[in-house]
């Protein structure tokens, strides 16, 4: 997903394993024109981290892979489509086959692409932090160090 215009490349495989994940990288490299670099955000899965996967990237120089940590799902706004695509269509669907899962998934997001809408953060970097600040508060008490917000640069 691209996070500046919501545009979606998708592609669905039975499996995920490196080797889909490979495949998926090249769609993204045919799709993506050249002259653009790719940012890529990724769970912590262990199919994003394997040596065939970081000999791809290196072979790619334009490709950037970044990780989220682990519990911080919110931060990749795939995870966001996600729960468009769990609400918009699994939830009110009935999918006699794969075939037919995987076909209405295609036409989600052709259907999504004709009219794309990126993701906006409605709080601030540090509205989030200072809200985890407080989640921390009352499930740790005072037993951890204050996040402190970023600031400047």
Same mark, same amino acid.
């Given at each position: 997903?691209?996070?500046?215009?919501?545009?979606?490349?998708?592609?669905?495989?039975? #499996?995920?394993? =490196?080797?889909?994940? @490979?495949?998926? !990288?090249?769609?993204? &490299?045919?799709?993506?024109?050249?002259? $653009? %670099?790719?940012?890529?955000?990724?769970?912590?899965?262990?199919?994003?981290?394997?040596?065939?996967?970081?000999?791809?990237?290196?072979?790619?120089?334009?490709?950037?892979?970044?990780?989220?940590?682990?519990?911080?799902?919110?931060?990749?706004?795939?995870? #966001?489509?996600? =729960?468009?695509?769990? @609400?918009?269509? !699994?939830?009110?669907? &009935?999918?006699?086959?794969?075939?037919? $899962? %995987?076909?209405?998934?295609?036409?989600?997001?052709?259907?999504?692409?004709?009219?794309?809408?990126?993701?906006?953060?409605?709080?601030?970097?540090?509205?989030?932090?200072?809200?985890?600040?407080?989640?921390?508060?009352?499930?740790?008490?005072?037993?951890?160090?204050?996040?402190?917000?970023?600031?400047?640069?």
């Amino acid at each position: 997903m691209n996070v500046a215009d919501g545009m979606v490349i998708a592609s669905t495989h039975r #499996r995920h394993r =490196a080797v889909e994940f @490979r495949k998926f !990288l090249h769609k993204i &490299d045919q799709s993506v024109p050249e002259h $653009l %670099e790719v940012h890529v955000v990724c769970d912590n899965y262990g199919t994003h981290k394997t040596p065939s996967v970081t000999a791809w990237i290196e072979r790619h120089p334009r490709f950037h892979m970044h990780v989220t940590p682990t519990y911080s799902s919110w931060i990749n706004q795939v995870e #966001r489509l996600f =729960a468009e695509v769990t @609400r918009d269509l !699994l939830q009110r669907s &009935d999918h006699r086959s794969v075939h037919a $899962l %995987e076909k209405d998934l295609r036409d989600w997001v052709k259907a999504w692409n004709e009219n794309p809408k990126p993701f906006i953060w409605t709080k601030t970097a540090d509205q989030i932090l200072e809200s985890l600040e407080r989640l921390l508060q009352r499930i740790n008490g005072a037993r951890h160090e204050p996040v402190t917000p970023r600031t400047g640069t």
